[in-house]
């Protein structure tokens, strides 16, 4: 589709756990964004990238959390030693460009993350 | 920094009648202002957007939004509520300051709308 997609759509993790996720931005869309939306909560700023290069990881909670986008399309969201308020949606934006805050971002449906 | 309120939590509607959702923003610099709605089980999607040009702001599904910087507010309204307009709509702001001209946005923690037949 033409759309961002995103996997798995759920995930259930024992504490303790690694895990990774998985964000295919619409083809072609330089800026990726992470975001993590707890129960209740609005969507909160994770990290940023501009094609391969990480420019913003200051919303990443502790060092247990690392995103990648090695060839500037897919990128990954890995998180180690899961703990039980790392659970929440995890959601995947993209846009098209790379400097304007004007921009469009596109979501992708979210990982339901459940570290129990 | 920016920051957004939305001083509802939630709104309940009867169907047919007005629809008004409040957004008050914080930004040190010109912000860009969005209302996205997220439908259940469903990703988040774009209504509409204010980006320094009209203040009045029309969106999809005959929802719209007024910018005004005296009151740093962005308030949604539709004149006439439907029952698919059942969702929760996140007011949410960007702005070009601290380096982060590529758009971070920052949501405000949304408002429920429920529509009653």
């Known amino acids: 589709g033409a759309g961002v997609s995103q996997s798995p759509r759920y995930k259930v993790a024992k504490r303790g756990q690694d895990v990774a996720l998985r964000c295919d931005p619409i083809?072609?869309?330089?800026?990726l964004f992470w975001y993590q939306q707890a129960l209740g909560q609005g969507p909160e700023f994770l990290t940023y990238?501009?094609?391969?290069?990480?420019?913003?990881k200051s919303g990443l909670p502790s060092d247990r959390f690392f995103a990648e986008r090695p060839e500037g399309s897919v990128s990954t969201l890995k998180i180690q030693r899961t703990q039980q308020e790392d659970s929440a949606v995890y959601l995947c934006?993209?846009?098209?460009?790379?400097?304007?805050?004007?921009?469009?971002?596109?979501f992708g449906p979210g990982t339901r993350l459940t570290v129990l | 920094a920016q920051s957004v309120t939305q001083l509802d939590s939630h709104v309940s509607v009867s169907e047919g009648t007005p629809v008004l959702l409040r957004c008050n923003y914080s930004?040190?610099?010109?912000?860009?202002l969005f209302w996205y709605v997220q439908h259940p089980n469903k990703g988040l999607q774009l209504l509409l957007k204010?980006?320094?040009?009209?203040?009045l702001v029309k969106g999809i599904n005959g929802f719209e939004a007024e910018f005004k910087k005296s009151e740093t507010s962005f308030h949604l309204t539709k004149p006439s509520a439907h029952m698919s307009d059942a969702a929760e709509y996140f007011c949410?702001?960007?702005?070009?300051?601290?380096?982060?001209?590529?758009?971070?946005?920052?949501f405000g923690q949304g408002t429920i709308l429920t529509v009653h037949p």
């Open positions: 949410v702001v960007s702005d070009g300051a601290g380096g982060t001209s590529y758009g971070k946005l920052t």
């Open positions: 083809s072609g869309h330089v800026s």
């Open positions: 930004s040190s610099y010109s912000p860009s």
């Open positions: 990238f501009q094609n391969e290069a990480q420019l913003d």
């Open positions: 934006a993209s846009s098209l460009g790379r400097t304007s805050y004007m921009d469009e971002q596109f």
């Open positions: 204010y980006t320094s040009a009209a203040t």
